[in-house]
């Protein structure tokens, strides 16, 4: 999960300028896997706010053409990666396609939507990396599909030890444009927190099914 410090720190203010990171420890929002937490991330709201989207667009296809080279085809996971990969697969004029959480339940049944063929070189956009088992789930469809899945791109990672386990024994590399500790950085330097909400945040990342929010 590596990132360009310098533009790690630049997606996370702009994140949590526009709202689409939100802090508040004392009142914890609710995910749906019942965890609670002091941070929740909604990075469709990028797409709102043009000199955020172009910076982000921007930032991933320099990320791709350095690690990955020369792709063959944009992959977008339903659905918070599909808009992104649009944008990506546009400045990069290349072929695009997403992929669904499950397959359709109707018609074709199709789990990937749009055209790609065996062999073809193909890097998955997210927009958010939790544990990763969502996001590898679409890497799994496309390399059953004969793809050659060179790797992931993300706008954030929650950077939790599972999710990086999960991309090591699934053989994606993941780069993400920013992370958690990034965020909290920024966080206490724009003063969108305070210095001593720093250990409830860190303790949540470390274990946030039993995160106690008096932390």
């Known amino acids: 999960m590596q990132i360009n410090k ?23 929002f609710t995910w749906a896997s019942g965890w609670h937490s002091p ?33 063959d085809v944009i992959a977008g996971v339903a659905t ?16 695009l396609i997403y992929v669904r959480s499950s397959s359709k339940g109707h018609g074709l049944q199709n789990m990937i ?11 998955v956009i997210e ?3 939790s544990t990763g088992m969502s996001s590898l789930k679409a890497v799994t469809a496309l390399r059953e599909k004969g793809c050659n899945v060179v790797g992931m791109v993300a706008i954030f990672t929650y950077g939790f030890e599972t999710a990086r386990q999960n991309f090591i024994q699934h053989n994606c590399p993941l ?20 210095p001593e909400d ?4 860190k ?3 470390e274990d946030p099914a039993n995160w106690n929010v008096l932390v």
């Open 113 to 123: 939507e749009g055209n790609v063929e065996a062999g073809q070189r193909v890097v």
């Open 127 to 129: 927009d958010l990396i």
């Open 175 to 194: 780069y993400t444009l920013s992370d958690y500790d990034s965020m909290v950085e920024v966080a206490v330097e724009k003063e969108y927190i305070n």
């Open 6 to 28: 310098e533009t790690a720190n630049n997606v996370a203010e702009f994140l949590l300028q526009i709202k689409a990171i939100e802090l508040n420890k004392n009142q914890p």
């Open 203 to 205: 303790s949540w990342r």
């Open 80 to 95: 918070g990666g599909i808009a992104q990969a649009a944008l990506i697969a546009q400045e990069m004029e290349l072929p």
């Open 39 to 71: 941070i929740y991330c909604d990075n469709r709201k990028t797409l709102s706010f043009p000199k955020v989207r172009t910076f982000i667009r921007q930032k991933f296809v320099e990320t791709i053409l350095e690690h990955f080279g020369q792709v």
């Open 198 to 201: 720093i250990n409830s945040l």
